[in-house]
């Protein structure tokens, strides 16, 4: 495992690196830095709240829901994350300069991404309308991680492909209007 983590890491580098130099413009990475810190959970949770605040039943049972799926997400991302120990790119290549500082040691899976694809699925199924503010969000949550040098390309599409797993197997269950 150790191997082909390596050799991931080396054929990844060089997109990481592209992408990361986009923070050097001080427009770039504050951009990212604010869709990082409010992907830590407050543009999420703040929503959650006010869908159960604003949308009645259905707006209490479609945040019930994204807490359902945050809970199974984080147990997987953990479990995942603690069995790959697979290095940031800010840690694997010294030109790659972190843009804020990353919440744990580990890459695989980028957590912030695989959240915000959950959570967008299970919103968008209630409240369509929301996808012009949650799709943009999420596909600027997911591209900060590899620009801000704490994630490799497959760690995002990793977490893209496990938040939409999780938030699909959710979604056949039945839920109460």
Request: with cysteine; charged share 10%.
């Amino acid at each position: 495992m150790r191997a082909l983590l390596r050799r991931m890491n080396e054929s990844e580098v060089v997109l990481c690196l592209a992408w990361n130099r986009w923070t050097r413009y001080g427009p770039v990475l504050l951009l990212f830095r604010i869709v990082s810190r409010l992907g830590n959970g407050i543009f999420w949770y703040s929503l959650m709240a006010s869908l159960a605040l604003s949308q009645g039943r259905v707006g209490a049972t479609a945040a019930l829901h994204m807490l359902l799926v945050g809970g199974i997400s984080l147990a997987l991302y953990k479990l995942l994350k603690s069995n790959t120990i697979r290095e940031r790119p800010c840690d694997f290549e010294a030109a790659i300069r972190p843009g804020v500082p990353p919440l744990d040691h580990y890459s695989f899976p980028s957590g912030h991404t695989l959240h915000a694809v959950g959570f967008t699925l299970v919103a968008l199924s209630y409240f369509p309308a929301l996808g012009a503010l949650l799709v943009p969000f999420t596909l600027l949550t997911a591209a900060s991680r590899v620009a801000l040098g704490l994630h490799y390309p497959s760690d995002v599409l990793i977490g893209a492909l496990l938040g939409a797993a999780v938030a699909s197997a959710s979604l056949v269950l039945p839920w109460p209007a």
